[in-house]
């Protein structure tokens, strides 16, 4: 146990030895790829979009003409960032390009309206793209940016084809959906997929089904909390049967798992992150094991604190 | 404590390069490379979140028993041809059929079978006791 205890406790020290080196080598090579990838509007319409949209060809609204391009711009840009991502009608999905990101795509149309005349549309091409492309820059650039070795919003959730474990040459990958716009009217979080699973499926943001087949099966709900007493200072743990039966049936747990008797489960927070008892699920699919707060969610009162403090 | 912190170095780089800490996969998608690869298709993806939308749990944990174990179920095409684990919905009636290989097969070459972004598999990554990270 001790030595898997100091094996959890040393990473960390070592972190700032050994990380630094890597992983600005690794930030150094994943910014020169972005930059090239992201460019300007401009940039993105001379590789993507010129073949049709300079020509007008297959009845393509034309780079400069206003009068094509406001009829598009009347539809709304949602739509027709829509239509460039997905494809519709001659236009290929994303130019027949699928390695272009959405927000390359959106630039780019913005930049072609912009270049048609659409004088509103003017600035948000450059700034959108600067941003997009400086947010990066800055984060790479300067040594002692916040934050620097935490991810940016912008590559949470990333699309498949973008995700480093999909491989991009796979045409299925991009048929795939994406989890940015699945998660789009879910609650949010901030770890795991930063969706708060157990909120969307109180509030009916999803309905996911119970049965394999029949879409009208309700779970059986068993609502019973455990207080379980801890021995350190951390607040105690309380296990809400509720929220797990939503989600699972008793089997999933009981016996194999936890035996269901009171004090027969020993369960403590190095067996957790080995993937035992609760890390059979939390640190893998359900809320990771970061959110200590929410299972540790039952103050001590100062007596107890007091009473378990010798045994430190 | 040097020593200590020597074998951390190593473990730390080689979990590194074995690349769990630096892909952006979603949490808990499942990359299954038992077979595939050995019989000349890309490792299969599975997408936790994607599957969550739309069924609990319980569905494939319990009724349709799958073990909380990445690679742990020893699933082949027979048994999904028959009708067992993601053959129980991809049959072209719950969910599009087995013919759509490469909605399934879609992971990079090399992968190894893991829980991305599992605390466990980060621990444990590069030492090569993943195995020890399964349910029970």
Redesign the interface.
């Known amino acids: 146990m001790k030595s898997q205890i100091?094996?959890?406790v040393?990473?960390a020290?070592?972190?700032s030895?050994?990380?630094p080196v890597?992983l600005l080598a690794?930030l150094a090579t994943t910014y020169v790829v972005t930059a090239a990838d992201m460019g300007s509007g401009k940039q993105v319409y001379d590789t993507a979009c010129v073949g049709c949209h300079a020509s007008g060809v297959l009845k393509a609204p034309k780079l400069g003409d206003k009068q094509d391009w406001s009829k598009r711009e009347q539809q709304g840009l949602q739509v027709l960032l829509t239509h460039a991502i997905k494809g519709f009608k001659n236009m290929p999905a994303k130019g027949g390009n699928p390695t272009i990101k959405d927000k390359e795509i959106e630039v780019a149309i913005k930049y072609m309206l912009a270049s048609s005349g659409l004088s509103q549309y003017a600035q948000s091409g450059q700034t959108e793209s600067k941003t997009a492309q400086g947010g990066k820059e800055d984060r790479s650039s300067s040594v002692n940016s916040f934050n620097r070795l935490m991810?940016s919003s912008d590559?949470?959730?990333?699309p498949?084809s973008?995700?480093?474990?999909?491989?991009p040459d796979?045409?299925?990958?991009h048929?795939?959906?994406k989890?940015k716009q699945?998660?789009e009217t879910l609650s949010s979080s901030k770890?795991?997929?930063r969706?708060d699973?157990g909120k969307a499926l109180e509030s009916n943001e999803?309905s996911?089904?119970?049965?394999?087949?029949d879409d009208q099966v309700k779970?059986i709900i068993m609502d019973l909390n455990i207080v379980r007493e801890v021995k350190g200072s951390m607040p105690d743990v309380v296990y809400p049967h509720k929220q797990h039966t939503?989600?699972?049936?008793c089997?999933?747990c009981h016996p194999?798992?936890f035996i269901p008797q009171k004090g027969a489960n020993q369960i403590s927070m190095a067996g957790i992150?080995?993937?035992q008892k609760c890390?059979?699920?939390h640190?893998?699919?359900a809320f990771?094991?970061s959110e200590c707060r929410r299972c540790h969610s039952k103050q001590k009162t100062l007596k107890t604190a007091g009473k378990s403090e010798p045994t430190n | 404590m040097l020593k200590c912190r020597t074998i951390n170095t190593i473990l730390f780089i080689i979990a590194l390069w074995a690349s769990p800490l630096v892909t952006n996969a979603e949490y808990g998608d499942v990359l299954m490379n038992n077979y595939s690869e050995a019989a000349g298709m890309r490792p299969v993806v599975f997408p936790h979140w994607f599957h969550r939308i739309r069924f609990r749990c319980k569905v494939c944990h319990a009724d349709l028993g799958f073990k909380f174990e990445a690679g742990g179920n020893e699933i082949n095409m027979l048994k999904i041809i028959d009708g067992e684990y993601c053959g129980a919905c991809h049959n072209g009636e719950v969910a599009w059929a087995v013919e759509n290989c490469d909605l399934c097969h879609t992971g990079k070459p090399g992968e190894p079978t893991q829980v991305h972004k599992s605390t466990t598999f980060k621990l444990q990554s590069g030492s090569g006791k993943k195995k020890a990270g399964s349910a029970q």
């Open positions: 100091s094996s959890l040393c990473p020290r070592n972190k030895n050994t990380i890597v690794l991810k590559e949470w959730n990333l498949p973008e995700d480093g474990i999909h491989d796979n045409g299925g990958t048929m795939l959906q989890p699945a998660f770890s795991g997929n969706v699973w999803i996911p089904r119970y049965d394999r087949l779970p939503e989600w699972l049936d089997s999933n194999a798992i992150l080995l993937g890390g059979v699920c640190g893998k699919v990771p094991v």
